[in-house]
């Protein structure tokens, strides 16, 4: 008999939660073979950050210290459970986590177009999914922002209004994380994703912001 407990006890030892998830009643062409189940794993805000620094695959000095180590970890969860962990950098073709999420109904697709979570809001991040052979539910979350957000204030907070079209202006923002004006988003996060209510709530660290900024910032 499937352990759900397990599942989630090995999640939380390294600080993971399951965000969403999918229950299947007939196969899907993106999933594995005999997939009953997709969980869609991320961060367990604020106590996500402390355990993740203390590895050796942040403290290696190596490149892509964060997907080495949700890939270590998801993995050996997956394998333990009979299942197969997945990755968004796993391609191409890339697995429609986008897709996933929304289908899920823990996520919104906000004005951003970026995913916003029912509890993370816009400071969401998944690091992988499990894809497993028996059915388990995922957590309730609640109803997912931005439908009841009147206000959307991530629309208007970007200060160099790199979603005004509605499409992201990647230039444009990198530009501006160029200039001393753009520190304040290096430092402490995208003050698009800062300004959603939800994201306010989230509790993740300010280091974990910058850290993402600076994976971002040093891909152009």
């Given amino acids: 008999m499937p352990d759900?407990?397990?599942?989630?006890?090995?999640?939380?030892?390294?600080?993971?939660?399951?965000?969403?998830?999918?229950?299947?009643?007939?196969?899907?062409p993106t999933l594995p073979s005999g997939c009953r189940s997709l969980l869609l794993i991320g961060?367990?805000?604020?106590v996500f950050w402390p355990h993740f620094t203390a590895s050796q695959e942040f403290r290696d000095g190596a490149t892509d210290?964060?997907?080495?180590?949700?890939?270590?970890?998801?993995?050996v969860i997956a394998a333990r459970h009979d299942g197969q962990a997945l990755f968004p950098s796993d391609g191409p073709p890339y697995p429609p986590f986008y897709a996933?999420?929304?289908?899920?109904?823990?996520?919104?697709?906000?004005?951003?177009?970026?995913?916003a979570h029912a509890k993370d809001g816009l400071m969401v991040s998944l690091r992988g999914a499990l894809a497993l052979p028996f059915s388990m539910p995922a957590p309730a979350w609640g109803t997912p922002p931005c439908e009841s957000c009147e206000a959307q204030p991530c629309r208007d907070?970007?200060?160099?209004?790199?979603?005004?079209?509605?499409q992201y202006a990647v230039d444009t923002c990198y530009n501006h994380l160029d200039t001393s004006a753009g520190s304040d988003c290096m430092v402490r996060g995208c003050a698009a994703r800062r300004?959603?209510?939800v994201s306010q709530r989230s509790g993740r660290n300010p280091a974990q912001s910058a850290f993402h900024m600076r994976a971002f910032h040093g891909k152009r």
């Fill in 195 to 197: 300004a959603c209510p």
């Fill in 100 to 115: 996933w999420a929304l289908e899920s109904g823990a996520f919104a697709a906000s004005p951003l177009n970026m995913l």
């Fill in 157 to 166: 907070a970007c200060p160099v209004c790199a979603f005004r079209t509605g």
């Fill in 4 to 28: 759900s407990d397990d599942i989630q006890a090995c999640l939380a030892r390294d600080c993971l939660a399951v965000l969403g998830g999918l229950d299947l009643t007939e196969s899907d």
């Fill in 65 to 75: 210290p964060l997907d080495r180590w949700s890939k270590r970890v998801l993995t």
């Fill in 43 to 46: 961060p367990d805000n604020p």
